[in-house]
């Protein structure tokens, strides 16, 4: 089996890329094809755990060891995840596997940048952090990762009907192309055909698309199967002549006119969104999430006023693993803000501080911003909190740092859980299934259910000692995964992934959420009805 190879590419970041490529997936999974996504390198906070098959060893590429970072709890097994255990992936591929029915694996991103600072990202190799490449300078890394990189997409080749590979920003920054490993090069290595997809509604489509054809080498721009408009608002039949003119200067024709949708139901890859269309978006960079202030969702339904319905997400510079909150953003009557200041907590009934990749830093921020005192007011008046990794490492009483793993300096925590975390030079990757003991207070909704999710971390969290031994304990309510305090108002834990249970929102909100089949299977429709007839087939004929 030689999968044939879709490719999306993109004029810019935010163009459209991951959506487009999410709705690929289905639609070729939904003609009874056997498909998988593929992204040779992708930069995000993002990332989910999956599997890691092992690769044939490929020439030139890493040994093994260098390519594993540790992982596992102290005495819990191995400290070193072997080849065919678990590693990281970006969201976006996740949720393209399983749009495509396909089990996500590590080879379809072999390559993960995790932003840590504005000229610094943590390199994860094939699922596992690699900090021989993390020390490299961005050029330098390319020759070392293309052979992991080439063998993880022959091996997807040989084993499915389709590939539908993502691209990244713009195959077109001649600044980059020496060094590519992400778009050009990997579309002559899987002979793909490609669409190139542009945001209209940022105005200078055309030129966007002229421009990044006229770019390209001629062997690459042969590969430009179609043109495709994405986020449109108005009459089509206003945008002739412009396509006939488009296509007689580069002899590719726009093969598709996607509308503008909002609340399409993704996770969106590169920040915080809003489904409001006066929000705007973040893209993609170096840096971590930058957002406005409020930036919220909500519909007209009230809800219960004893259930959650206004919720605040802190947003700190750091953010990571955000995309688990979209399920929020869908849930009926409930009004979901992305915080930064003081006064956006005003009127939230429950505040959550989701994961950080730089949890100090982002705590040193917080308190920059004055929402320490606002938090601890919260939580004060009995108001609910909830720390997702990160965020729960921040609701303890310390952080300690001595391997300076992500910081040089221990700090102070936020003191609403009685916990001390120390980060070590291993990492946590791996999925959780757990049930929760007795809860009690707000989330006491929560008591004995079964939920699943994921851990990625660096700190281990206990009891406070000193504290512990004089009775101020916090409640384990999930053995080394969840706390609460006394009086039961916050938790913290380490799993990512609660709202994406159905069983947590039914609880918690009385509501559910559209399943990522229904999403996914509209995706799949609106491309099917934007494409011009017979466009999709011929991609992979």
């Known amino acids: 089996m030689t999968a044939r190879c879709v490719m999306v590419l993109g004029t ?23 498909v998988a996504p593929f992204k040779a390198q992708n930069m995000s906070n993002n990332a989910r755990v999956v599997m890691a098959p092992t690769l044939p060893a490929a020439r030139g590429s890493l040994p093994p060891e260098g390519a594993l970072a540790a992982f596992g709890r102290p005495g819990g097994g ?7 255990g678990f590693g990281e992936i970006g969201s976006a591929q996740y949720f393209q596997a399983l749009a495509a029915r396909a089990v996500p694996d590590v080879r379809m991103n ?22 021989e490449l993390t020390a490299l300078p961005w050029r330098g890394r390319s020759e070392r990762v293309w052979p992991q990189i080439a063998a993880a997409l022959d091996a997807l080749r040989a084993e499915n009907d389709v590939v539908v590979i993502e691209g990244a920003g713009s195959p077109a920054e001649i600044n980059l192309m020496a060094s590519d490993v992400v778009n050009l090069r990997v579309a002559r290595h899987a002979d793909a055909r490609c669409l190139l997809v542009t945001d209209i509604d940022r105005g200078g489509a055309f030129a966007h698309l002229y421009g990044t054809w006229a770019l390209l080498a001629p062997e690459d721009r042969a590969r430009i ?5 994405n986020k449109f608002r108005g009459d089509a039949a206003l945008l002739a002549p412009a396509p006939e003119q488009l296509q007689e200067l580069t002899g590719v024709p726009t093969v598709a006119v996607v509308p503008m949708r909002f609340g399409h139901g993704l996770p969106e890859e590169d920040g915080v969104f809003d489904a409001a269309p006066s929000v705007g978006f973040q893209a993609k960079s170096a840096s971590s999430p930058t957002v406005g202030c409020a930036d919220s969702y909500s519909n007209d339904s009230d809800g219960a006023p004893d259930l959650p319905r206004h919720i605040a997400v802190i947003a700190y510079p750091r953010i990571s693993n955000l995309d688990e909150f979209q399920p929020l953003k ?11 200041t003081p006064g956006d907590l005003a009127g939230a009934d429950t505040l959550i501080l989701p994961g950080s990749k730089a949890t100090a830093s982002d705590l040193a921020w917080l308190r920059a911003q004055g929402l320490d005192a606002a938090i601890t007011a919260h939580a004060a ?29 221990n ?36 008591s004995g259910l079964t939920a699943q999710g994921y851990e990625i971390h660096s700190g281990q969290t206990a009891q406070h000692p000193a504290m512990a031994a004089a009775g101020d304990v916090a409640r384990e309510v999930v053995p080394q995964l969840a706390w609460q305090n006394a009086a039961g108002n916050v938790l913290g834990c380490y799993v990512h992934g609660l709202f994406e249970d159905a069983d947590v929102l039914q609880a918690l909100f009385g509501a559910e959420a559209p399943s990522l089949d229904t999403v996914f299977d509209r995706l799949a429709g609106d491309i099917a009805r934007a494409f011009a007839p017979g466009v999709l087939a011929q991609l992979i004929a």
């Open 330 to 340: 869908n849930v009926p009557g409930l009004r979901l803000v992305w915080a930064r």
């Open 411 to 446: 700090a102070p925590g936020l003191g609403l859980l009685s916990l001390v975390t120390s980060f070590e030079p291993f990492k946590t990757v791996r999925p959780a299934e757990f049930r929760f003991g007795t809860l009690i207070g707000p989330w006491a909704a929560l």
């Open 381 to 409: 008046r009995g108001g609910r909190v909830l720390g997702v990794c990160g965020g729960l490492q921040m609701l303890g009483e310390a952080l300690i740092d001595v391997h300076g793993v992500e910081s040089q300096a």
């Open 78 to 84: 191995s400290g070193v995840a072997p080849m065919g």
């Open 12 to 34: 810019s970041s935010g163009a459209g890329k991951s959506w487009l490529a999410t709705a690929l997936c289905r639609h070729y999974a939904n003609q009874g094809l056997k």
């Open 225 to 229: 199967a179609g043109f495709v408009l």
């Open 110 to 131: 072999p390559l993960l940048l995790k932003p840590e600072a504005d000229t610094h990202s943590q390199v994860v190799l094939l699922g596992q952090v690699s900090p």
